[in-house]
């Protein structure tokens, strides 16, 4: 062939027939020209045309029309061979304005072509419009073309996949965000696995579907499933060495590495080593990811690791956390032990107040705290003289002014703790013996003057002592306390959490079958 292109008579197509012929997804280029010869002679100048492994999809339209209707269609085309006079002598650039500004498409290459290049100078058109190149269409030989083709198309190329980094990396930082909502580890870990879907889903043209995952935990004593989705969903508890290959077990037996990872068609895993002689790790598994790129790779290891590393550390403040939940109630058992005949009234109680919060639609690390901070509620009984706290008789109205002083004495042993469990339980202590009425004691508040968390004790600890028996009384039937609830409603207690206690009869009886 010439190295001029010449214009000769061809039958149109609108995709390029060889395309089937490579590997990946073509490349798709739109020729835009009211000349049928420059369609069918770009089509069969670039006809085996391949870069980067991939061939072409040529998209044709013979008016600014058709063009952005073209555009408006797809939104992956990589380049654009586009005439300027058409049905008008502007009708090429009105393309670009649409393209650029109507259509906010600043990735497509735009090389303008002209056969009268006086109807739009050069520079001006350079310097006004968003092109890449400007071309007389006398210039454009074979070998011109594939080199515009090369260069264009590298430059596109380059410039997506800068774009999906950018995007990779918005869906890392909003899965990652996603997850950091969660304060608990399993439902952290659930999240974690939720969030890749929407993680690899930055590609516009690939789809992938985590079904089938894990993360876990791993100490001296072994690794073990934390929690799962797909197949691992009941597999909590589950050490990995009934799971994993050799391979991944004789990779994590070996890493030194604090982050590692393993990409397989057949199963992703990424793994965090926190201390290597205790032998503490904590591991995320996927099961069938599927291929993924080089940039999709990258972005599953950030996230891991991100997302791993901050398990790790939550994983420790709830360990902490439960340190303090059992001192806490360690704590009130032993002041509970001056009083023989008091049971199990500590886990009622706790158990009776989260029931009530839970109905009442406290948010749930509310109802935690409320949860774990009831215990306190009589923690000043630990300055209550045994002849007055264990009485079998009424107290005199002196000793009930010793007694009374229980709830300022817990306030005030917990003031200087910064722990929020501390904070709810002195607000407990302090609050638990005052009434809807105003008619209780330390201080005389009423309404809602009081604090939900000391209205809710309130209720479940005069509930669970009026069906215990104890040294100055008998227990009650849970009828006749339930009775006795009811008709001190909006007087001694919140009349809401009485209406709550009464709707949830059933339960709390289920509280006392067990307790």
């Known amino acids: ?28 280029v739109v020729v835009v020209d009211d000349e049928e010869q420059v369609h069918s002679v770009t089509r069969l100048v670039l006809n085996d045309f391949s870069f980067d492994g991939r061939g072409l999809t040529l998209l ?42 109507g259509l906010h ?6 090389i303008l072509r002209t056969g009268q290049p006086g109807q739009a100078p050069e520079e001006r058109v350079i310097k006004d419009y968003d092109i890449n190149d400007y071309k007389d269409k006398t210039e454009l030989t074979h070998l011109k073309l594939h080199t515009l083709m090369y260069s264009c198309l590298r430059a596109y190329r380059d410039i997506m996949v800068l774009n999906q980094t950018r995007k990779g990396l918005e869906q890392v930082i909003n899965a990652s965000n996603n997850v950091f909502q969660h304060h608990f580890t399993g439902e952290f870990s659930r999240g974690i696995l939720l969030q890749f879907t929407s993680l690899m889903q930055f590609d516009d043209h690939a789809v992938y579907a985590v079904e089938d995952g894990f993360t876990a935990h791993s100490d001296h004593s072994g690794l073990y499933i934390i929690e799962g989705i797909g197949e691992y969903a009941h597999s909590q508890g589950e050490n990995l060495k009934n ?19 393993i990409h397989s068609e057949e199963a992703f895993l990424a ?41 790790q550390n939550l994983y420790l403040m709830e360990d ?22 008091t049971g ?9 107040s989260s029931l009530l919060a839970i109905a009442l639609k406290l948010d749930e690390q509310q109802v935690m705290k409320i949860y774990h901070a009831s215990p306190l509620h009589d923690l000043g009984k630990i300055a209550i003289p045994d002849i007055i706290l264990n009485k079998p008789g009424k107290l005199t109205v002196e000793e009930f002014e010793v007694m009374k002083n229980h709830a300022q004495i817990g306030y005030d042993m917990i003031l200087n703790s910064n722990s929020q469990l501390c904070q709810t339980g002195r607000l407990i202590a302090l609050e638990h013996h005052e009434r809807w009425d105003g008619k209780g004691y330390p201080h005389g508040k009423k309404g809602e003057e009081i604090s939900i968390e000391g209205r809710i004790v309130a209720v479940a600890d ?13 227990s009650w039937p849970l009828d006749e306390v339930f009775v006795f609830m009811k008709e001190n409603s909006a007087s001694q207690f919140d009349p809401k959490i009485i209406q709550v206690l009464l709707d949830n009869e059933a339960a709390i009886r289920a509280i006392y079958l067990k307790y």
């Open 105 to 110: 498409n600043t990735y497509s290459r735009i």
């Open 243 to 261: 799971i994993l290959t050799d391979d991944m077990l004789e990779a994590l037996k070996n890493q030194d590495e604090p982050f590692i990872s």
């Open 462 to 474: 005069v509930f669970d002592a009026l069906t215990c028996k104890r040294c100055y009384k008998d």
């Open 271 to 311: 793994s965090n080593l926190i201390n290597k002689e205790e032998k503490q790790r904590n591991v995320l598994y996927l099961k069938k990811l599927g291929e993924s790129s080089a940039l999709q790779c990258k972005l599953l290891d950030i996230f891991s690791n991100n997302v791993l590393t901050a398990f």
């Open 320 to 341: 902490v956390e439960k340190t303090q939940h059992e001192m806490v109630y360690l704590l009130a058992e032993a002041v509970e032990t001056r009083s023989p005949e």
């Open 1 to 28: 062939m010439s190295d001029e292109l010449l214009f000769a008579d061809e039958d149109t197509s609108d995709v390029a027939e060889h395309h089937e012929h490579w590997q990946h997804k073509p490349w798709k």
């Open 344 to 352: 199990n009234h500590l886990k009622r109680v706790a158990k009776l």
């Open 60 to 101: 044709h339209a013979y008016s600014a029309k058709q063009a952005k209707q073209i555009f408006r269609d797809h939104d992956d085309i990589a380049m654009c061979l586009l005439d300027v006079v058409m049905e008008t002598d502007s009708a090429g650039l009105d393309v670009v304005g649409y393209i650029r500004k």
